[in-house]
């Protein structure tokens, strides 16, 4: 079982749609989730963090943590062609130390 | 205020010979990552700096791999002898020291082939 998993994709989704990605995680005791979102050749870019159970909203984007099913997932609502991106789920582990266990993303097509 | 800035951007060597990465930090960040994405596969964490020490290390695939961070600000990560297998792009990131979430900012990377 990998410690972080995504589903590959790609999400297609119409412009102005909501797009839903989610990612579970092995770790229990994680503490720390992240969703990072790379354009092709080019760097992860942070745009959501979340440590607790529940919501969190910026923007368009919402990420949302259920500690208990081990899942975080993020909601892009107002799709639109530039989110066309793959999708990086990124989990700090509880084992004292601060690496990011990433799944292998999804990517996410925005058909306008 | 600049971001993390990583060299080369690409780097095309042949088997057995020697590359060097280089890294810098985005300023006043202590802390300091490598990770790495092979082809096909997930970016995977190699290691972590507190400043000039190694806070972590457990990704470092082999002895062929030599981190370094002297003076606590850029760090290099050298491959010696490199190998096919190491063809991938290498990430460096970084963080402030006292952060409470740890948010990881990324640079652009550097793609490594090996033939």
């Known amino acids: 079982q990998k410690e972080v998993e995504q589903n590959s994709g790609p999400l297609s989704v119409p412009e102005g749609a909501i797009a839903s990605l989610n990612c579970t995680y092995s770790?229990?005791?994680?503490?720390?989730f992240f969703w990072y979102r790379q354009y092709s050749g080019k760097s992860p870019e942070l745009i959501m963090s979340?440590?607790?159970?529940g919501d969190k909203e910026d923007g368009r984007f919402t990420a949302q943590l259920n500690k208990a099913s081990q899942y975080v997932s993020l909601l892009i609502r107002d799709s639109q062609p530039s989110d066309s991106a793959t999708y990086l789920c990124?989990?700090?582990?509880?084992?004292?130390?601060?690496?990011?266990?990433f799944g292998t993303g999804t990517r996410l097509l925005v058909s306008p | 205020e600049a971001g993390v800035t990583q060299f080369p951007s690409h780097s095309v060597i042949e088997k057995g010979q020697t590359v060097t990465l280089r890294c810098d930090p985005i300023?006043?960040?202590?802390?300091l990552y490598w990770y790495r994405r092979v082809m096909g596969k997930e970016i995977k964490f190699l290691l972590h700096?507190?400043?000039?020490?190694?806070?972590?290390e457990s990704g470092m695939p082999n002895n062929r791999f030599l981190a370094e961070r002297t003076g606590g600000t850029y760090s290099t990560l050298k491959v010696q002898p490199a190998e096919l297998e190491d063809s991938g792009v290498y990430f460096c990131?970084?963080?402030?020291?006292?952060?409470?979430?740890?948010?990881?900012?990324f640079g652009p990377g550097t793609r490594l082939t090996v033939l």
């Open positions: 990131a970084s963080t402030q020291s006292g952060s409470t979430y740890n948010e990881q900012f």
């Open positions: 990124a989990v700090i582990g509880n084992t004292g130390f601060q690496k990011l266990v």
């Open positions: 300023s006043g960040h202590d802390n």
């Open positions: 770790d229990r005791g994680s503490q720390s």
């Open positions: 700096f507190v400043k000039e020490s190694k806070q972590d």
């Open positions: 979340i440590y607790s159970n």
